[in-house]
């Protein structure tokens, strides 16, 4: 078959070899996880039946949905010690029904310690939230970093590289997410009586390394008496 604009030459059997290769591409997952299932047994004969009786985890995670930053792998954790929460550029949005719900369920029946929000340099989400890039529904959740974008704006163009300045971004956006947090009536609930431990993490794609921004935001002292609830 003639290419179009020349590029490209491919037969009519190669054509059909890269679609059925395409199509089939999902079954390396299957046979990825029957491979788990063996090395986890060979271990420890117990693993599953222990891990399906209950979740007890101490951490719970919101992150990116980008596929290159999953909680686990990255943290050296095994299944069962994290609960995770993944959306487009790690947000904590007061009206998301959804992480709501996790975060609800999190605190009050999993009585996790900690609560990471770990952004990541490179990330997508904040890239096209800088640019005036419009793609739809996602315009509307990448609003929430233009917001932070606008928040902070004189310190981000001071920043002349433009890395630099995506790569700042990143980092105050985690401590906005990190604020957030730390304005819903569930976390304020939650400290009434124990203490919950929030971090900002910013993951590194070409270094692998997690960097600690060392927020502090521990208290509903933390935050400007409006957000405070009288709970
Ligand atoms: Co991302």
């Known amino acids: 078959m003639p ?7 491919y037969g009519y059997l190669e054509l059909f070899f890269r679609y059925f290769k395409m199509e089939n591409s999902y079954k390396k997952l299957l046979e990825g996880n029957e491979r788990f299932v063996t090395e986890k047994l060979s271990v420890d004969p117990d693993f599953f039946t222990n891990l399906a009786k209950q979740q007890t985890p101490e951490f719970l995670w919101i992150g990116c949905s980008d596929s290159r930053v999953p909680a686990n792998e990255i943290t050296g954790t095994k299944p069962g010690e994290i609960f995770v929460h993944r959306n487009i550029a ?10 709501l719900s996790v975060l609800q369920y999190a605190l009050e ?10 952004g990541h ?4 989400g ?5 640019s005036q890039a419009s793609m739809g529904l996602v315009d509307t959740w990448l609003r929430n970093i233009k917001e932070v ?3 902070h704006e004189e310190e981000l163009l001071a920043i002349e590289d433009m890395k630099k300045r995506s790569d700042r971004l990143v980092e105050l956006n985690v401590c906005e997410q990190v604020k957030n947090l730390a304005k819903t009536s569930f976390i304020q609930q939650a400290w009434k009586s124990r203490s919950v431990q929030i971090h900002g993490w910013v993951y590194g794609l070409d270094t692998g390394k997690i ?10 002292e933390d935050l400007d008496p409006v957000f405070r609830y009288d709970i």
């Open 3 to 9: 290419g179009h604009n020349g590029e490209h030459d």
């Open 90 to 99: 790690n947000m904590v949005v007061h009206t998301d029904v959804n992480f």
């Open 109 to 118: 029946v999993l009585k996790v310690k900690h609560i990471i929000v770990c």
């Open 121 to 124: 340099y490179g990330c997508g």
């Open 126 to 130: 904040v890239l096209t939230a800088m």
């Open 149 to 151: 974008y606008a928040k």
């Open 211 to 220: 960097k600690d921004l060392e927020v502090k935001v521990q208290k509903p």
